[in-house]
């Protein structure tokens, strides 16, 4: 009995790499998302500034906000903020993906294997 085997590693990894990117860009957002609701300015400039992107040929994302103030408002403590507003709007989410991120890439690999 003469059996044949076909190695398609290459393919595989090139759809796995796919897959995790598409992974990785889809934690981004999630992560956009959740911070969006907690960001203290709900309407203006702060908010609307917020952007996620990816890096698929290092599999590394970015979530930022864009203003001159972000990072202080992001920081500072003791601002005051409307009930479910809160300082660390971008760090808190992050922390909080830490089970579902990975998840989600595990997912995405799997579909596109």
Do not use: F
């Amino acid at each position: 009995m003469t059996m044949t085997a076909k190695w398609h590693g290459a393919e595989a990894k090139a759809k796995a790499k796919r897959g995790a990117a598409r992974g990785v860009a889809l934690w981004a957002e999630h992560v956009l998302e959740q911070s969006r609701r907690v960001v203290p300015v709900v309407e203006g400039t702060l908010r609307g500034s917020a952007t996620a992107s990816v890096d698929e040929g290092a599999l590394r994302a970015a979530v930022s906000y864009d203003t001159v103030y972000a990072c202080r408002q992001h920081e500072e403590m003791g601002y005051q903020h409307s009930a479910g507003k809160t300082a660390k709007y971008l760090e808190n989410p992050l922390n909080e993906s830490q089970r579902v991120g990975p998840q989600i890439v595990a997912r995405e690999i799997k579909a596109a294997l």
